[in-house]
């Protein structure tokens, strides 16, 4: 979508009378400049004051307009682990939230520390064990399936489509072995972030809130670790690569499932992350190509392990 969309007032007057509308309900109303902080070509954000703080509008385009559906899943099963849901749109895509506080990014550097990171591990797999029954209503909210019965095949098709060097359109084979050791786990598959970095969670008082679930697709959970281990957490504070341990983080996360799954040894589950930890980079990369994207260094993390 052009990104001018989002600045004409086609788009912006329903959208603020469909604020107001809403607040109205709310028993509140807007009390000063209403900014658009955030525009790019697939959403845009407004930040709307009112007596009680701050409250935004998220609108997205489209092919991502499950967002608003996902968010509103995900806040009905784990109201304290994403941000206050104020109201939904589900046909525009639009979302009504209260202020979720302080970006993660921001926090950590004050803090000297990445320990932060060690509960919201813990919550995003919790999220995820909430929602494993819940696969066709994901799905029905427009969520992608890119479960592993269906990413070798979407995986070639797109290697083939962009014609990437051979190295890459040859791994179609490799995707599938992956799939199949990871499958052999019994670890159901469910929403899964597919984009968890230290942007996409809020620092909320003593709460840490995940939000921007415009990414998710229905796939192996563990998949959540390529970018949040590998992408995020192994590059530390000082942008260095592989200077941080990610073992405590990992293990944080795996705690819930290791309490969900306790047929499964240590052994099991460190496997399984193995596996998940390459296989989710070519899930990054069907998931999340955009055209005109250099999709090499998710290639080159699926098969290198480094960008």
Same mark, same amino acid.
């Given at each position: 979508? +052009?990104?001018?969309? @989002?600045? +004409?007032?086609?788009?912006?007057q329903p959208a603020r009378d @469909?604020?107001?509308?809403?607040?109205? *309900?709310?028993g509140l109303s807007v009390t000063g400049e209403v900014e658009q902080t955030h525009v790019t070509k697939w959403s845009t954000v $407004? /930040?709307?004051?009112?007596?009680?703080? &701050?409250?935004?509008?998220?609108?997205?385009e489209d092919s991502l307009k499950h967002e608003a559906g996902v968010t509103a899943f995900v806040a009905?099963?784990?109201?304290?682990?994403?941000?206050?849901?104020?109201?939904? +749109? $589900?046909? /525009? =895509? @639009?979302? $009504?939230m209260a202020d979720a506080g302080r970006r993660l990014t921001e926090v950590l550097p004050e803090d000297g520390s990445l320990d932060r990171w060690l509960p919201v591990l813990r919550t995003v797999a919790? !999220?995820?064990?909430?929602?494993?029954?819940?696969? +066709?209503?994901?799905?029905?909210l427009g969520v992608p399936d890119l479960r592993l019965a269906t990413l070798a095949e979407a995986y070639d098709r797109l290697a083939h489509e962009l014609d990437l060097e051979p190295r890459f359109r040859a791994a179609t084979s490799y995707v599938q072995e992956l799939c199949d #050791?990871?499958? *052999?786990? =019994? !670890? #159901?598959e469910t929403l899964q972030h597919d984009d968890l970095h230290d942007g996409q969670v809020y620092v909320h008082g003593d709460r840490q809130l995940v939000m921007d679930w415009g990414d998710a697709c229905v796939s192996h959970p563990f998949f959540t670790l390529s970018v949040t281990l590998e992408g995020v957490i192994a590059w530390g504070l000082d942008d260095e690569e592989d200077s941080i341990d990610t073992g405590p983080f990992r293990d944080a996360y795996l705690e819930p499932y290791a309490a969900a799954y306790p047929d499964l040894t240590r052994t099991d589950l460190l496997g399984a992350v193995d596996a998940a930890l390459r296989?989710? @980079?070519?899930? #990054?990369?069907?998931? =999340?190509?955009?055209? =005109?994207?250099?999709?090499? &260094? #998710?290639?080159?993390?699926f098969l290198d392990g480094r960008a």
């Open positions: 979508m +052009d990104p001018a969309h @989002w600045t +004409d007032p086609s788009f912006l @469909w604020v107001d509308e809403q607040l109205a *309900g709310l $407004l /930040r709307v004051p009112t007596a009680t703080g &701050p409250v935004w509008l998220k609108a997205t009905a099963r784990r109201p304290a682990d994403v941000p206050p849901l104020l109201a939904a +749109d $589900l046909g /525009r =895509g @639009w979302m $009504l919790e !999220i995820q064990l909430a929602c494993e029954d819940a696969v +066709d209503e994901l799905l029905a #050791r990871l499958a *052999g786990f =019994g !670890i #159901r296989l989710g @980079w070519a899930c #990054r990369f069907v998931n =999340g190509y955009v055209p =005109g994207d250099d999709p090499g &260094p #998710r290639l080159r993390m």
